[in-house]
């Protein structure tokens, strides 16, 4: 993967919304949530190499599925297929959340 820059509209540290708050590197733009702002997780990220941001990345997708799974683990089922609505939106949000999660997590020791 590689870092989503000049994207006023999601975040590039844990692709959720962000909040017009952004880091510069040259003439590029890494736009933050509000989260990430607060916790310098963007700043930090846009000061690391391309390499381990990427390393990251698979670090937090492996953290997000981790999650993701016991989430269907405790309902008993990992037919996706079979969950009611609102049990595959949970799902869904878990996913997103615990990448960020995952990410931030990463950077603050990369700091
Ligand atoms: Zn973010």
């Known amino acids: 993967m590689t870092r989503p820059l000049d994207n006023p509209g999601s975040c590039f540290v844990c692709r959720r919304s962000a909040s017009g708050f952004g880091v510069h590197r040259g003439e590029q733009v890494g736009w ?3 989260t990430c702002r607060d916790t310098r997780s ?9 390499q381990t941001f990427d390393q990251y990345e ?7 599925g981790n999650e ?18 609102e049990n595959y939106q949970r799902f869904l949000e878990i996913v997103v959340n ?10 603050k020791d990369a700091a």
Do not use: Q
């Open 58 to 64: 698979r670090d937090a997708l492996i953290y997000a």
């Open 68 to 85: 993701a799974g016991e989430y269907l683990d405790s309902l008993g089922t990992t037919d996706l297929s079979a969950l009611p609505p």
């Open 32 to 34: 933050m949530c509000l």
């Open 98 to 107: 615990s990448f960020g999660e995952g990410m931030r997590h990463s950077l």
């Open 42 to 50: 963007g700043v930090i990220a846009m000061s690391i190499l391309t």
